[in-house]
C-alpha cells in the first residue's frame, strides 16, 4: 500500500484514499468475492488463498509519475471451479471521478495481463464519484474495419440500495456503507455526518464479525469519512465508549505501518541496498505529501517518517507544497 498524490476532505480524494482502498481490498477479497457473486463459494477455492500481484501489476503498467496517479488498480491471482481447478485473474479499478483515459487504460490492462499470464481475467470497475451519469462499461474501437470491444463489470457505490448494505451480513457491505456516507458530505451539516458515522460504526460493531475485519473496517470507516478536527474527537471518545477500548490505531500509527509495508514491498523489488534506500526515501516523501495534505504537522509528519523536521520541510518547499 503506498500513500500518493494530494488528498482533499471527502471521500473520492488520492492519496491516502488509495491507502485505505488498496488495504481493504486485501483484508476482504473473500468478502468481495462474495459480495459480487451469488454462490461465489461453489465459484472460487477459497481454501488456496489469494495472491495480490502488485509488483507484477506496476511492471505491466509502470507509472512514470506515480504521485500523479488518483485511482486503485489491484490484480489478484484467483483459484476457480470452473472445468477442474485452476486459477485466473481478477483485475479492480477503484475510480473515483471522471478520467478520459479510463477506458483504453482498462482494456490496456486487460491485452497485456492476458498476455502475459496467459490466463482468463475478469475486470471490475468501482466507481465512488457522485456523478450519477458516470458509469461507462466497455471500450471500444474501429479503425478500416477492424473493430474491437472490450466490456467489464462495474459498481456504481451511488447506486447501491443503503437499507441492503445496513442488513447485509457481509463485511464488504460496510465497506461500500462507509464510501455512500462519504459522499454525503456535501449533503449533510458536520453534527449530523458525526451522527452517521457512529451509527455506522455501531451496526458495525454488532454484526459480529472476525476480530481483524472489524479492526479493518473501522479504521477504513474512521479515516475514508472525514470530519472536522471538533467532531472528530467527539467521534473518537464516543467509539471508544462503545467499544470501551481506543479503537483500533490513530491516524500516525495507520500511516506508519502503511509507509512501512510500502518500503517493503519496494525493497523486494529492487532487491539491492542502493534500491532500498531509494525506495524508502521515495516512500517517505509520499507520506509526507499526503500527510501534510491531510492537516498533520509538520512535527507529526517528522515523528511519522523519522526524518528532522528541516528535512521534512525541505521536501514540501521542492514539491510547492510550501514557500
Known amino acids: 500500500m503506498t500513500c500518493c498524490g494530494t488528498p482533499c476532505?471527502?471521500?473520492?480524494?488520492p492519496g491516502f484514499t488509495q491507502c485505505l482502498w488498496k488495504g481493504i481490498i486485501e483484508d476482504?477479497?473473500?468478502?468481495?468475492?462474495?459480495?459480487?457473486?451469488?454462490?461465489?463459494?461453489?465459484?472460487?477455492?477459497?481454501?488456496?488463498?489469494?495472491?495480490?500481484?502488485?509488483?507484477?501489476?506496476?511492471?505491466?503498467?509502470?507509472?512514470?509519475?506515480?504521485?500523479?496517479?488518483?485511482?486503485?488498480?489491484?490484480?489478484?491471482?484467483?483459484?476457480?471451479?470452473?472445468?477442474?481447478?485452476?486459477?485466473?485473474?481478477f483485475h479492480i479499478e477503484v475510480q473515483g471521478y471522471n478520467d478520459p483515459e479510463f477506458l483504453e487504460r482498462m482494456f490496456t490492462y486487460y491485452y497485456r495481463i492476458r498476455d502475459k499470464y496467459q490466463r482468463?481475467?475478469?475486470?471490475?470497475?468501482?466507481?465512488?464519484?457522485?456523478?450519477?451519469?458516470?458509469?461507462?462499461?466497455?471500450?471500444?474501437?474501429?479503425?478500416?474495419?477492424?473493430?474491437?470491444?472490450?466490456?467489464?463489470?462495474?459498481?456504481?457505490?451511488?447506486?447501491?440500495?443503503?437499507?441492503?448494505?445496513?442488513?447485509?451480513?457481509?463485511?464488504?457491505?460496510?465497506?461500500?456503507h462507509t464510501v455512500l456516507l462519504a459522499l454525503k458530505r456535501k449533503q449533510?451539516?458536520?453534527?449530523?455526518?458525526?451522527?452517521?458515522?457512529?451509527?455506522?460504526?455501531?451496526?458495525?460493531?454488532?454484526?459480529?464479525?472476525?476480530?481483524?475485519?472489524?479492526?479493518?473496517?473501522?479504521?477504513?470507516?474512521?479515516?475514508?469519512?472525514?470530519?472536522?478536527?471538533d467532531k472528530s474527537v467527539i467521534f473518537e471518545k464516543q467509539l471508544e465508549t462503545i467499544t470501551g477500548k481506543s479503537y483500533p490505531m490513530g491516524i500516525e500509527e495507520l500511516i506508519l505501518e502503511q509507509e512501512r509495508k510500502a518500503g517493503e514491498k519496494r525493497g523486494e523489488k529492487r532487491g539491492e541496498k542502493r534500491g532500498e534506500i531509494k525506495g524508502e526515501l521515495k516512500g517517505k516523501t509520499e507520506v509526507i505529501l499526503a500527510s501534510y495534505d491531510d492537516g498533520l504537522k509538520i512535527p507529526q509528519i517528522a515523528r511519522i517518517t523519522n526524518l528532522p523536521e528541516k528535512a521534512v520541510v525541505k521536501i514540501l518547499k521542492d514539491h510547492g507544497k510550501m514557500e
Not at 139 to 149: A, H, M, R, V
Not at 194 to 206: M, Q, S, V
Request: with cysteine; hydrophobic share 35%.
Open 188 to 229: 449533510v451539516d458536520e453534527g449530523e455526518l458525526l451522527n452517521l458515522k457512529l451509527e455506522l460504526a455501531r451496526n458495525l460493531i454488532n454484526k459480529g464479525f472476525k476480530k481483524q475485519k472489524i479492526r479493518a473496517l473501522m479504521n477504513f470507516l474512521r479515516f475514508y469519512v472525514r470530519l472536522n478536527l
Open 9 to 13: 476532505r471527502c471521500g473520492s480524494r
Open 120 to 176: 482468463k481475467v475478469t475486470a471490475w470497475a468501482f466507481f465512488t464519484d457522485s456523478n450519477k451519469n458516470f458509469h461507462p462499461n466497455q471500450y471500444e474501437d474501429t479503425f478500416l474495419g477492424t473493430s474491437i470491444k472490450y466490456q467489464f463489470n462495474t459498481l456504481k457505490v451511488l447506486d447501491q440500495d443503503e437499507g441492503e448494505l445496513k442488513n447485509s451480513s457481509n463485511p464488504f457491505s460496510a465497506v461500500i
Open 28 to 89: 476482504l477479497f473473500d468478502d468481495l468475492l462474495r459480495f459480487l457473486y451469488e454462490k461465489a463459494d461453489e465459484k472460487f477455492d477459497f481454501s488456496k488463498g489469494f495472491e495480490f500481484l502488485d509488483k507484477e501489476l506496476e511492471d505491466l503498467f509502470p507509472q512514470k509519475d506515480r504521485e500523479k496517479v488518483r485511482y486503485v488498480d489491484k490484480l489478484v491471482k484467483v483459484y476457480h471451479r470452473e472445468k477442474g481447478e485452476q486459477w485466473m485473474l
